[in-house]
């Protein structure tokens, strides 16, 4: 097993085990739970095997339905964010997506944040939205989109930030 597969299995089980045990016993308000578990996704390096990708995404989510008893809402947002990351990594990152040399420890902030929070807030729109499944609570929906979003966008900005390897 190579570096990066010993560290892609490692940030799995790692963020699988923070999500299940800690995180998700944590409710703010009623509206803000955390969801980091998504770093995995966001992080995964962009030259591996896309299917291998997607079926890891789609096992990341259903190891918290499975853990959380959520029938499968968790594998249906992991599944469509990873689908669509390509296409906001081209607008987020430009030409060094098309050349496939993205280092987040080397990107702007402003590239990362961008990146970060688009697909923070699909994945939790999606997620929430399956999860209550009613048109006649889309101000809850939109609340919880919202403020988890926000706070799941500002651990991951936090851990990032503490984990990536600077280079000088």
């Known amino acids: 097993m190579n570096n990066l597969a010993l560290t892609n299995s490692i940030r799995f089980i790692f963020l699988v085990l923070i999500q299940a045990l800690i995180l998700n016993n944590i409710n703010f308000m009623g509206y803000i739970n955390p969801y980091i578990y998504i770093l995995f996704i966001l992080l995964y390096p962009i030259k591996n095997n896309r ?5 890891l995404s789609f ?7 499975l853990f959380l008893d959520s029938g499968g809402v968790h594998a249906a947002a992991s ?8 296409l906001f990594l081209k607008f987020s990152f430009g030409t060094s997506y098309a050349h496939q040399t993205i280092k987040f420890s080397n990107t702007e902030f402003g590239q990362r944040f961008s990146y970060l929070a688009l697909l923070i807030l699909i994945h939790h729109l999606i997620l929430f939205n399956l999860e209550i499944f009613a048109i006649s609570q889309l101000l809850l929906i939109a609340k919880k989109t919202l403020f988890s979003g926000l706070f799941t966008l500002f651990l991951c900005l936090i851990i990032q ?3 990536s390897k600077t280079t000088s």
Not at 51 to 55: A, D, G, Q, S, T
Not at 59 to 65: E, P, Q
């Open 161 to 163: 930030s503490l984990f």
């Open 59 to 65: 096992l990341l989510g259903l190891t918290l339905d």
């Open 79 to 86: 599944v469509t964010i990873a689908y669509i990351r390509p």
């Open 51 to 55: 299917m291998l990708f997607l079926f």
